[in-house]
């Protein structure tokens, strides 16, 4: 289901998103071998949030990236926006969410005034995104300046020795695992998809730098097929 463009595509994700949420959590540490949780840590300490700070964790699902800010943050206020009301639901049953400001919000038409945060963090979206440039540039108007967006994403595997056995885990591991815990193949075999024919960590950063991010950073996990992504909002 890779292969889908416009709305068609946008359907497909929020449903599919809104029939794993329960699983969602579970499946992502199987899939990552538990280093998920590590990368969010890290997409905060690069957030650089000021004690007291505004934060927007887009595509927030169950809020894990949300959840980490209040850890490493003092008196952090943080909103979590995701266009899933299901993946947002089963985050409030989380002890300890209570913090989060839960918001229905679509990365292209951002709900928030200009500069309103200062740090938008997001944790697997953009690859599901129909207008990468668009969900870029709303998550930098919404950034103060100086503030950072800070992108957490999977990236194709590289040309190497190891990419076999990397295609053999998206391709066949991970639909297995979705089939077998969270009873939805379909759906873990559209996520694999969707990374593959995803553009690289290169291109992710040149998109950032054409929305007007500056300092465009990246450092890559797990063999290159994670990374995270850094931009500053310019201050002129």
């Known amino acids: 289901m890779a292969h889908l463009q416009g709305q068609e595509r ?3 994700v929020q449903d599919m998103f809104a029939r794993i949420a329960g699983r ?3 499946m992502n540490r199987l899939m ?8 969010r840590r890290a997409v905060i300490r690069k957030a650089n949030l000021p004690a007291g700070g505004r934060l927007l964790d887009i595509a927030t699902g169950t809020g894990d990236i949300a959840d980490e800010g209040r850890r490493q943050v003092p008196g952090l206020s943080a909103i979590g926006g995701d266009f899933t009301i299901e993946m947002m639901q089963a985050g409030k049953r989380l002890p300890g969410r209570e913090f989060i400001r839960w918001t229905a919000a679509d990365t292209l038409r951002l709900p928030f005034a200009d500069a309103t945060f200062d740090a938008v963090t997001s944790g697997f979206l953009m690859r599901n995104v129909i207008d990468v440039a668009g969900a870029l540039r709303e998550q930098a108007r919404v950034t103060r300046p100086g503030g950072r967006v800070v992108i957490l994403e999977s990236s194709p595997p590289k040309d190497n020795l190891l990419k076999p056995f990397i295609k053999i ?10 089939r077998l815990v969270a009873g939805e193949s379909d759906a873990y075999r559209y996520l694999p998809d969707s990374t593959q024919a995803f553009q690289g ?10 929305a007007g991010l500056a300092n465009v950073s990246y450092q890559l996990f797990m063999f290159g097929t994670i990374g995270i992504h850094v931009g500053t909002k310019r201050k002129n």
């Not at 885990?169 to 979705?178: Q, S």
């Open 10 to 12: 946008a359907d497909y």
């Open 201 to 210: 960590p290169e291109q992710l950063a040149e998109a950032m730098r054409a």
């Open 169 to 178: 885990h998206l391709n066949h591991v991970i639909p297995t695992l979705g």
């Open 24 to 26: 969602y959590d579970t």
């Open 32 to 39: 990552t071998f538990g280093q998920d949780v590590r990368w």
